[in-house]
């Protein structure tokens, strides 16, 4: 469930145009099979994408790329930031099982709700990308003005490369908290979809 690879990219640019941090997303899927719990489990863990930094299989990935585009204006030996835009873009990569349809009612609720919360957990990590691209973006934003472009497009690469490893340190105990919860809220979920079956909110 963590991510497969963060890189960045730190352009200069004359001009750019400034739309606030944006995510672009795309969804790619493997294929498992198994129709027990515990086979869903072992193809989970045997046909998951590889995390380089784990050195594991997981039942989810997503791999991200940082761009941050800066511009300057340099006027009467003073060079300022003017805008700075960073997008994200993100392949999200999940499980689908082939034998949904004809499996067994409990194995199948469980599941679904397996397959909803390992999607979630990997555009939460989408949600803390986006957090620390517009941190980015203020940050660079508010470097004070230098001699000459220069120094100061040396200091907006040091001030990303620096918030960049801050968003892997978030990743990285957003993965760590989420570990450790994993069967208590798995079975809340449980609960939970269980109860709007009962009340035929969604069919069984």
Not at 23 to 51: C, M, N, W
Not at 121 to 132: N, V, W
Not at 133 to 158: G, H, N
Request: hydrophobic letters at 35%.
């Amino acid at each position: 469930m963590r991510r497969i690879l963060l890189t960045f990219i730190l352009l200069a640019v004359a001009s750019a145009p400034s739309n606030g941090a944006t995510v672009a997303r795309s969804y790619s899927y493997f294929s498992i099979g198994g129709k027990t719990l515990s086979d869903i489990e072992e193809q989970l863990r045997t046909r998951g994408p590889h995390v380089q930094s784990t050195g594991q299989r997981h039942p989810g990935a997503t791999r991200m790329e940082f761009t941050t585009k800066v511009s300057y204006a340099e006027t009467r030996n003073r060079c300022r930031v003017t805008q700075v835009n960073v997008s994200v873009k993100a392949q999200v990569y999940l499980p689908r099982w082939r034998n949904r349809r004809t499996a067994e009612r409990e194995t199948a609720l469980i599941w679904d709700t397996l397959s909803r919360d390992i999607k979630r957990h990997e555009e939460s990590h989408l949600g803390i990308a986006k957090q620390y691209a517009r941190k980015i973006e203020d940050t660079v934003e508010a470097l004070s003005t230098r001699s000459s472009c220069a120094p100061l497009q040396k200091l907006a690469e040091q001030t990303t490369a620096k918030i960049l490893q801050e968003h892997d340190a978030a990743q990285e105990e957003f993965d760590r908290v989420e570990s450790g919860n994993f069967e208590r809220r798995l079975l809340r979920l449980l609960q939970y979809r269980l109860e709007q079956i009962e009340s035929g909110r969604i069919p069984g």
